[in-house]
């Protein structure tokens, strides 16, 4: 299924609706497409709006990133994202998914902290990986 | 069907996105039905505020940050 459309305030976000087996939980987020993250997760504000009590899943590692570190947990089973383009759907299972908590170094402004908390999800590269991703101008095509 | 809400409430956001900012500048903000349910400077308190008006609702929400300093994004 091919996605298109602009950048949004230069970057690339992606609507998805996420179902987690395990937890019996749903959601919808923005998912920022980055390629310089190495691993996709859902964010603190998408974690906690779903419901997702971090002290029931399992904390797996630090993950470290600019402006501090964060806790990366794992959510066993499947969580599932749909994505739509017009009329077509298309639901990717991704396996023991990841959900972050931030710790937010000292100097990191309050403001960007916020920008940082208010991100829905990343998209990162272990899943661009098996995507066709291209740019051109103002605009962004994702076959996924 | 939550999804496409969840679209919808997006585009309100981002076709209103001067106006909100104003009104709720430097707030988190959670937009459902294509309205403001609750805004204010804590994520948490926000959110919990949101769960009492809109109950499950909230899970397919936009939650939005609308601040007003330009901040370059490198994540």
Redo the contacts between chains.
Sequence with gaps: MIITGPFQKGQILIPAEIKIDALNLDGSANFLVDTGSTVSFINESTALKMGIDYSKILYRDTLAGIGGEAEVYEIEGFTRLKFESGQDTKTIPRKNFLAVKHSFCEHVREDARKRILALGGIIGMDMIKGFKFTTSGQNFTLDV | M??????ED?QYL?ADYERLKTEHA?E?V?IHSKQVVASGAN??TV?SE?REKIGDN????????L?T?K?E???
Excluded: I, P, Q, T
């Design positions: 939550a999804l496409k809400e969840f679209r997006k981002d430097n988190f959670v994520l948490e959110l949101a909230l899970k397919h929400s936009v939650v939005e940050y601040g300093r901040v994004m490198v994540v």
